[in-house]
């Protein structure tokens, strides 16, 4: 069955409909591509962040998580975060799971959730490489990169009527004036945030 995204009314949806329908999902990595791109859009990781995941971070008891534990080993500035996994996400999970057991690639734990060639972690240059041949193949602006899907996922958010330092808990953003809104940022209040943003999830 063809993966398919059910999009709200954004001016950024139509570059994002564009990069993905232009995915070939029959291709070698094609729908892990078009599942990682998703997956940053309902996360807001960074490539490098998302390339490192392992399964045990996104999964357990053989269902998704309900949130990643980034570790400040993987992190940008080496500061931990707690990130929510809407509906969107935990699916992209699952489809990622599917196609490691296909391409023969482990799930085990310890192993990458997108994994590479050689059975280690997907570099992130080569991920980002992937995006970038399809944003060529249809046209795009050079702007549209994994960092750009990370201004989506929070310009959606905001849009959604998010506040901005529950933003910028989950972003992993440090340049904030004041840590007051870290401390009044719970775990409920990120679930809510991303949970906007889950609309029909992946068929």
Known sequence: MRTKLYYDKHPEDWELRRLLTGINLQSTWGKRTFLMILFICHTGLRIGELTRLTVADVVWGGEPREEVFLSHRITKGKKSR?????EV???????????NEKRGFSTEPQAPLFA????????SREAEREIQKVRE?????????????????ANRLKNAGVDPFTIAVILGHSSIDTTQGYTNTSSA??????????????A
Request: with cysteine; glycine share 8%.
């Open 82 to 86: 707690v990130v929510p996994l809407n």
């Open 89 to 99: 996400a935990k699916e992209c999970v699952r489809k990622l799971l599917e196609f």
């Open 116 to 123: 590479w060639k050689t059975h280690g972690f997907l570099p």
């Open 137 to 153: 193949k249809v046209g795009l602006s050079p702007k549209i990169t994994p960092h750009a899907f990370r201004h989506y996922f």
């Open 189 to 202: 209040n990120k679930r809510n945030a991303v949970s906007r943003l889950a609309g029909k999830g992946v």
